[in-house]
């Protein structure tokens, strides 16, 4: 089965008065029909701008620089990198194809639009320009992501709703033309654990009943555990671990990742008073940065000389299963985005 997305050396860079910000360097992955892969790491490593890249949405002075993101539209494969694709041509792939629930759902919502306006203008776009069909399936979404009163909730106004529903609202949004693929960045952020649950079972059952597939992107290690079957951990722009939760959660081997697995509070295994486990330092800034790998000044088992020096390739380990680390492997990645070799001085 050939995959929906397939993004390869994606970069996104913005060009500052200060320098580069490489927020995406490199990074390339693949989601298959159906599957939930999870995009994790701490804040800042370019999860976002990886979303908003895939949906050509990278704000200014943002640009992607180079890479590939082939999608499966219809029988064919459009790169949606390709700067010759025309406005027109993404907005019909937008909502259609591809759609996004962002992590701020105020932010995102306008407040001088009713929630029903908010829907339509999707459904007008890519499924009907008939506003009492319109109406109808904005009221069975509505229906569909669990709230109730819709045809009262259509005339109402983002304020005039809780920070919950206004989440199933961007839900609703994003599911209202059925798309293939959905990207849930942060979806439920700021949310009470009890409505993040109800949100999380919520995209799990529409995945099932639409028969689409799920980017998503948390730093919430719970919650990768229990929705996804992939898991792409991301450090300062470059994806440094790739492959199935139960590989990543059981078998980690980037450095990154062991330590943040070790930070996951565990019941009856902390003492009182004990500080919990916490990874050194933080992470560099993303200006200008050199060819070397990033966690180099964080990490425990650095090698001077090599890790200071040289980008790591990401590496097959295991059955897909994929690492960034000179510990697992001695390819390097060029400036070029091709794969060299590691000459270690002998021992």
Same mark, same amino acid.
């Given at each position: 089965?050939?995959?929906?997305?397939?993004?390869?050396?994606?970069?996104?860079?913005?060009?500052?008065?200060?320098?580069? $910000?490489?927020?995406?360097?490199?990074?390339?992955?693949?989601?298959?029909?159906? &599957?939930?892969?999870?995009?994790?790491?701490?804040?800042?490593?370019?999860?976002?701008?990886?979303?908003?890249?895939?949906? !050509?949405?990278?704000? #200014?002075?943002?640009? *992607?620089?180079?890479?590939?993101?082939?999608?499966?539209?219809?029988?064919?494969?459009?790169?949606?990198?390709?700067?010759?694709?025309?406005?027109?041509?993404?907005?019909?792939?937008?909502? #259609?194809?591809?759609?996004?629930?962002?992590?701020?759902?105020?932010?995102?919502?306008?407040?001088?639009?009713? *929630?029903?306006?908010?829907? =339509?203008?999707?459904?007008?776009?890519?499924?009907? !320009?008939? #506003?009492?069909?319109?109406?109808?399936?904005?009221?069975?979404? %509505?229906?569909?992501?669990?709230?109730?009163?819709?045809?009262? !909730?259509?005339?109402?106004?983002?304020? +005039?709703?809780?920070?919950?529903?206004?989440? =199933?609202?961007?839900?609703?949004?994003?599911?209202?033309?059925?798309?293939?693929?959905?990207?849930?960045?942060?979806?439920?952020?700021? %949310?009470?654990?009890?409505? +993040?649950?109800? *949100?999380?079972?919520?995209?799990?059952?529409?995945?099932? &009943?639409?028969?689409?597939?799920?980017?998503?992107?948390?730093?919430? %290690?719970?919650?990768?555990?229990? $929705?996804?079957?992939?898991?792409? $951990?991301?450090?300062?722009?470059?994806?440094?671990?790739?492959?199935?939760?139960?590989?990543?959660?059981?078998?980690?081997?980037?450095?990154?990742?062991?330590?943040?697995?070790?930070?996951?509070?565990?019941?009856?295994?902390?003492?009182?008073?004990?500080?919990?486990?916490?990874?050194?330092?933080?992470?560099?800034?993303?200006?200008?940065?050199?060819?070397?790998?990033?966690?180099?000044?964080?990490?425990?088992?650095?090698?001077?000389?090599?890790?200071?020096?040289?980008?790591?390739?990401?590496?097959?380990?295991?059955? =897909?299963?994929?690492?960034?680390?000179?510990?697992?492997?001695?390819?390097?990645?060029?400036?070029?985005?091709? *794969?060299?070799?590691?000459?270690?001085?002998?021992?």
């Amino acid at each position: 089965m050939s995959p929906l997305l397939d993004v390869r050396n994606l970069r996104t860079h913005f060009r500052t008065s200060d320098g580069i $910000v490489k927020a995406v360097d490199g990074v390339s992955f693949t989601v298959d029909p159906q &599957e939930t892969l999870g995009l994790i790491g701490e804040s800042g490593c370019g999860k976002s701008v990886t979303a908003h890249s895939i949906m !050509r949405i990278v704000p #200014r002075p943002g640009q *992607i620089e180079g890479g590939e993101i082939h999608m499966e539209l219809e029988g064919e494969t459009v790169d949606l990198a390709d700067p010759a694709l025309s406005g027109s041509e993404l907005r019909a792939i937008r909502g #259609r194809d591809i759609s996004m629930v962002f992590q701020e759902p105020m932010t995102s919502l306008s407040p001088v639009h009713s *929630i029903g306006n908010q829907i =339509r203008e999707t459904l007008f776009l890519h499924r009907t !320009r008939d #506003r009492k069909e319109a109406d109808e399936i904005a009221v069975d979404m %509505l229906a569909r992501v669990g709230i109730a009163n819709p045809r009262q !909730r259509i005339n109402e106004y983002p304020h +005039q709703l809780s920070g919950g529903m206004r989440q =199933r609202v961007m839900i609703a949004i994003a599911l209202a033309c059925r798309p293939r693929l959905l990207i849930a960045d942060e979806p439920t952020t700021a %949310l009470d654990v009890t409505v +993040q649950a109800q *949100i999380l079972e919520l995209i799990n059952d529409l995945q099932d &009943e639409f028969h689409m597939a799920v980017l998503y992107i948390t730093h919430d %290690l719970g919650v990768i555990a229990e $929705v996804c079957d992939r898991v792409a $951990v991301m450090y300062l722009g470059r994806v440094v671990e790739y492959g199935t939760v139960r590989e990543i959660f059981y078998n980690p081997k980037h450095p990154y990742t062991v330590r943040l697995l070790r930070s996951i509070p565990k019941l009856g295994h902390t003492k009182k008073g004990e500080p919990l486990a916490a990874i050194r330092g933080t992470v560099p800034s993303p200006i200008n940065q050199p060819p070397l790998c990033g966690f180099h000044d964080r990490c425990e088992e650095v090698m001077e000389g090599v890790c200071n020096r040289h980008i790591p390739a990401l590496a097959e380990v295991a059955d =897909r299963h994929q690492v960034r680390c000179f510990l697992h492997s001695d390819s390097i990645q060029l400036e070029d985005g091709s *794969i060299g070799t590691l000459e270690r001085a002998p021992a």
